[in-house]
Structure formats: C-alpha cells, structure tokens
C-alpha cells in the first residue's frame, strides 16, 4: 500500500475523488477571491489614508470646506472618499440654491446622501465574502461525504473475502481514503474563514473610519458655512 498521495489518489474510489475535485475547485475560487478582494481593500486603505489627509485641513474650518468639493476624484477606489465626496457635492448644489439654507438643513440633506453612498460602498466591499462563509462552513461536510464514501469502501472490503476481508491491510485504502478526504475539507474550510474574518475586520475600520469622518463633515456644516 502506498501511502503518498499520488498513491492514496490511486487508492480512492470515483466518489472520493470527486469529492477531492470538488473541495480543490472550491479552494482556488476562494483563493482567488479572498486575493482580488485582499487587493481592494489595501489600495482603498491607501487611497483613504490620503484622502483623509488632504480633506483634514478643509473640513477643520468652514470656509475652506468647499475647496473639498472634487477631491474624491483624485482618490477615485476609496470608499472614504466616495462617500465624503457624495456630501461634499449635495453640500455644493445646497449652497447654490436660491435662499439661504440653514445649516441643519443643509447637514441633513448632506447627512443623507453619505448614508445612501455609504451602503453602496459597503455592499461592493462585501462582493465576494458570502462566497468565502460558504466555502467556510460547507468544506468540512463535504469532506465528510468523501469520508463517509471512504468508510463504505473500507467495510466492502473487509467483508468481501476475495480482498482479503479480515486482514487490516485489505481496509487501509478505504481508512486513509477517508482521512484524506476529511483533510481536505478541513484545510479548505480553514483558509476560507481565515480569510473571511480577516476582511470583517477590515470592512469594521473602513466603516468605523466612514462614520467618524462623516460626522466631522456634518459638525462643520453645523458650525456654518458661507452662503
């Protein structure tokens, strides 16, 4: 009995190799998500880094808030920056109505815009991550299907006398087929939740760092803005 993988492959039965297929093509979908997804959320890191120091000096003070009116688009990709620059622009056509809208008002309507880019911003940010929870918490069952299917082989075995049935040598090939399976679908199901978790955690701070950002934008607005 050979007990390398090529060997075990060899070994293995036309569901456990299925189920090996099946948990290999489930593994690089996730890889390749959790690395499109990796890359995203770095450069809208970077990208938000910059543009919160640009718009800092702009939105300390408020007559200097619309020279921020544009700036997202040198920082197109950050979601800071989408979101801000939604306000910033509802800030913008606010002030060239006619009147003078009273700065609650203006903060409201302004406060409403972010929202509504906010969660289109996190819904993309998101694409993918349902993917990775699935592959997370089906990888081990299906890896149990392969054990299962290696299990069914190992008793066949022993109990058909033509095999051998009786010898431990005769089950081993269905017992390491099993293991094998089994393995799998954990070592898959463990990189898809690593992965999931560590973008939830990324998708907090940039939500975290959305909010704050955005109630500077709307105290600003309420301290008073030029009309």
């Known amino acids: 009995m050979d007990f390398t993988l090529v060997g075990l492959w060899h070994e293995m039965g036309f569901t456990a190799r299925a189920v090996v297929v099946i948990l290999l093509v489930m593994s690089l979908y996730s890889l390749a998500i959790a690395g499109e997804r990796l890359a995203t959320f770095l450069r809208?890191?970077?990208l938000s880094r910059g543009y919160i120091e640009a718009l800092a000096p702009l939105v300390e003070n408020p007559e200097r808030l619309r020279e921020?009116?544009?700036l997202d688009k040198r920082f197109a990709g950050s979601p800071v920056a989408s979101v801000i620059g939604a306000g910033l622009n509802e800030y913008a056509r606010g002030a060239q109505r006619p009147?003078?809208?009273?700065p609650f008002e203006v903060a409201e309507v302004v406060n409403r815009a972010m929202e509504r880019t906010k969660e289109r911003q996190l819904a993309g940010l998101r694409r993918g991550m349902p993917v990775l929870a699935t592959v997370a918490s089906s990888a081990p069952f299906v890896g149990?299907?392969?054990t299962v299917g290696g299990i069914i082989t190992a008793?066949?075995?022993l109990s058909d006398p033509t095999k051998g049935g009786g010898g431990i040598g005769t089950v081993s090939a269905g017992i390491a087929e099993a293991l094998v399976t089994t393995a799998v679908g954990l070592g898959v199901a463990i990189i898809a939740v690593w992965f999931y978790n560590y973008f939830t955690a990324r998708l907090d701070d940039i939500?975290?760092?959305i909010d704050e950002t955005a109630s500077e934008l709307v105290d600003t607005i309420l301290r008073g803005h030029p009309a």
């Open 155 to 157: 008793f066949q075995k």
């Open 44 to 46: 809208g890191r970077k």
């Open 144 to 146: 149990l299907f392969g």
């Open 68 to 70: 921020a009116v544009g």
């Open 207 to 209: 939500t975290i760092v």
């Open 99 to 102: 009147g003078t809208p009273a």
